[in-house]
């Protein structure tokens, strides 16, 4: 252990800390989870297939039930998730209407 670290006093714990320690704390509580339709946690890259039809606005397509959506990026949102599809150009879904595949 590094003796030139700094303590920093946590308020929420009441305890001394290295600064490290609670910055690491602090990313891990700014960490929003997105989950899908049935519950799974969604992370980016996850493939997920669409639980009913869904009409794009602005695109004049329905996306069918059952579609398959590859490598989806999680927007910091907690429900809603960007998506790319052939024909379609910046597809945002919301996570109630998608399985994890």
Do not use: H
């Not at 891990?28 to 669409?50: H, K, M, S, Y």
């Not at 004049?60 to 999680?74: A, F, H, N, P, V």
Request: glycine fraction near 8%.
């Amino acid at each position: 252990m590094s003796t030139d670290e700094d303590y920093v006093y946590d308020e929420a714990s009441g305890e001394w800390m290295l600064a490290s320690e609670q910055a690491a704390n602090l990313a891990a509580e700014n960490v929003v989870e997105v989950r899908d339709a049935v519950g799974n946690l969604l992370a980016d890259g996850d493939a997920v297939t669409l639980i009913k039809d869904l009409e794009v606005k602005g695109a004049g397509q329905t996306l069918k039930q059952g579609t398959l959506i590859k490598s989806i990026r999680l927007t910091g949102d907690a429900q809603e998730i960007d998506c790319k599809y052939p024909g379609i150009k910046g597809l945002v879904l919301r996570a109630e209407f998608v399985r994890k595949r």
